[in-house]
């Protein structure tokens, strides 16, 4: 990996210049980038896209899905509106994915169209704005081989950055013996995977209360409890997890965990999680999006995840840039662990991107 040395910063070179003010069309926003300069320039892992012909097709389900926005949120988006975005936090890049409800609505070859729409358009923006975008790509899980298929095409063709992941799928967490296919092919490509929460399968409405609000955090920690105490962190320790807004509300009852053990063998525990469960999730990998607003639970997010395990992630359109890097210029972290959080960290994992 490319580290910079004191007093140099990773702008842009002349030929990726001149080709990202092109394909702006010299526009404002190719402008502030071109000129942003300093230490706090950033990686976004978690911002999301809504590909025109993805959104004009499936509206309804988006919408049926969130219930947060009205439908211009979603009609609207735009690559350009994702870099003034940007570029009002300074975040150089933005590895993108789609998010909730994802691509497939039990109709596996529906699926498959979608995943290769939305991460052809993700491709394309990487083309267009040289530098300013990634992409983990959308499979349509639970079509196990749809989502190889498209796993290969994604990263051997499109030469995406790894893979996005929902929380559960048809009403089963990532730890389901039903993914172990898919996920035993992200292990031997050593993927980076992003997992963003979706609605769970077991939650219940609340008179007032969007379900995204309780349900998107327990649906995180759910998944991170089932690949634990399946075996599958175990199992596929070469995936680089990276789990949405710090995990959810794992680590705010991680203690609750210990106790889980006692169902199980001491040579289960032993193949499961060797070194026990808190151990294994501080191997993973936690952006800092929605949880950097909660002083609390950004606390326990820094007391349990090392700083080291820590990514930048705004959430953007639904979450702000700014207000996110704000807060992050406020944690009681040293100024090196702060920097890897902007980008050092996702550096080690997309080291593409340093330069």
């Given amino acids: 990996m490319h580290l910079c040395h004191p007093g140099c910063h990773h702008g842009p070179s002349r030929r990726q210049m001149l080709a990202m003010l092109s394909a702006a069309g010299a526009s404002a926003v190719g402008l502030r980038y071109a000129l942003a300069q300093g230490e706090e320039w950033m990686i976004d892992t978690h911002h999301h896209i809504y590909p025109p012909r993805y959104v004009s097709a499936n509206l309804q389900r988006i919408m049926a899905d969130t219930r947060t926005l009205p439908a211009n949120a979603y009609t609207s988006w735009s690559p350009k509106l994702a870099l003034e975005q940007m570029d009002k936090a300074n975040v150089r890049t933005a590895i993108v994915s789609m998010t909730s409800p994802g691509v497939w609505w039990n109709n596996d070859e529906e699926a498959r169209t979608w995943a290769r729409e939305c991460n052809e358009f993700g491709a394309g923006m990487a083309r267009d704005y040289p530098g300013r975008f990634g992409m983990f790509a959308a499979i349509p899980l639970p079509d196990t081989e749809g989502s190889l298929r498209e796993t290969a095409y994604a990263l051997d063709t499109l030469k995406l950055d790894g893979i996005g992941l929902l929380t559960s799928y048809a009403g089963k967490p990532l730890g389901d013996a039903s993914f172990g296919p898919v996920l035993e092919e992200l292990n031997r490509r050593k993927v980076a995977v992003f997992v963003h929460p979706t609605m769970s399968c077991?939650?219940?409405?609340?008179?007032?209360?969007?379900?995204?609000?309780?349900?998107?955090?327990?649906?995180?920690?759910?998944?991170?409890?089932?690949?634990?105490?399946?075996?599958?962190?175990?199992?596929?320790?070469?995936?680089?997890?990276?789990?949405?807004?710090?995990?959810?509300?794992?680590?705010?009852?991680?203690?609750?965990?210990?106790?889980?053990?006692?169902?199980?063998?001491?040579?289960?525990?032993?193949?499961?999680?060797?070194?026990?469960?808190?151990?294994?999730?501080?191997?993973?990998?936690?952006?800092?999006?929605?949880?950097?607003?909660?002083?609390?639970?950004?606390?326990?997010?820094?007391?349990?995840?090392?700083?080291?395990?820590?990514?930048?992630?705004?959430?953007?359109?639904?979450?702000?840039?700014?207000?996110?890097?704000?807060?992050?210029?406020?944690?009681?972290?040293?100024?090196?662990?702060?920097?890897?959080?902007?980008?050092?960290?996702?550096?080690?994992?997309?080291?593409?991107?340093?330069?």
């Fill in 202 to 355: 077991c939650g219940m409405a609340i008179n007032g209360v969007d379900a995204p609000t309780i349900d998107f955090p327990t649906d995180t920690t759910r998944t991170i409890t089932s690949l634990a105490f399946s075996g599958a962190f175990a199992r596929y320790p070469d995936i680089k997890f990276i789990f949405s807004h710090g995990g959810g509300t794992m680590p705010m009852i991680v203690q609750r965990f210990g106790s889980v053990g006692r169902n199980f063998t001491p040579e289960e525990m032993k193949q499961a999680l060797p070194d026990g469960f808190e151990a294994m999730v501080k191997r993973q990998y936690y952006d800092i999006a929605s949880v950097a607003m909660n002083p609390g639970g950004i606390a326990a997010v820094l007391n349990l995840i090392p700083a080291s395990q820590l990514f930048y992630g705004s959430d953007a359109p639904f979450g702000s840039t700014t207000v996110i890097a704000d807060r992050l210029a406020k944690f009681a972290l040293s100024p090196g662990e702060i920097k890897a959080i902007r980008r050092e960290n996702a550096l080690r994992l997309f080291p593409r991107y340093a330069v």
